[in-house]
């Protein structure tokens, strides 16, 4: 894409396509996320993290992810993990995804896929069934909503009125 012609709407990809692309990201997150954990531990002279530096720490890796995101999307529509699943983000209407769209569709993906992985991953560490299950049930909702969806987006997609699609 040059940056001049809108989008075509393209084929959707499939789920499998997308969860196992979420899969290779959350690689990918892992390293971003370790190495701004290093950096942060290295400016703040290895001190122990509680209390308000914890809080300090959080938002920094807020706002890191949200930037790779954003710088990702916005500048071509893809992260490495949607390059290697042949998967593109666009935004009808536009040549490419405007910053503010990605932004609000972070917001949207980080309360929808990230509350999921959140909620699992405290339902299991508490070896609680039930809540695991709970969990599954409430934040599975925007991923699920991709099997009833008429166009097969995810539910961060379409409120943020964003589209996945193949790309070449």
Known sequence: MNGTAAPHAGEAPSIARRLAS???EGLLLFAVAFAGTWAFFFASGGQQVDGWLRHLLQLQLVVLLAGYFIWCWSRGGQTLA???WHIRLVAPGYASVPPRLALVRFVYATFTVGGFMLAVAAAFARHNIWLSFASLAVCGIGLGWALVDRDRQFLHDRL????L???A
Do not use: P
Not at 160 to 163: E, I, K, L, V, Y
């Open 165 to 167: 699609v193949r790309s």
């Open 82 to 84: 949607m390059k290697a």
């Open 22 to 24: 979420m899969v290779y």
């Open 160 to 163: 943020a009125g964003t589209r």
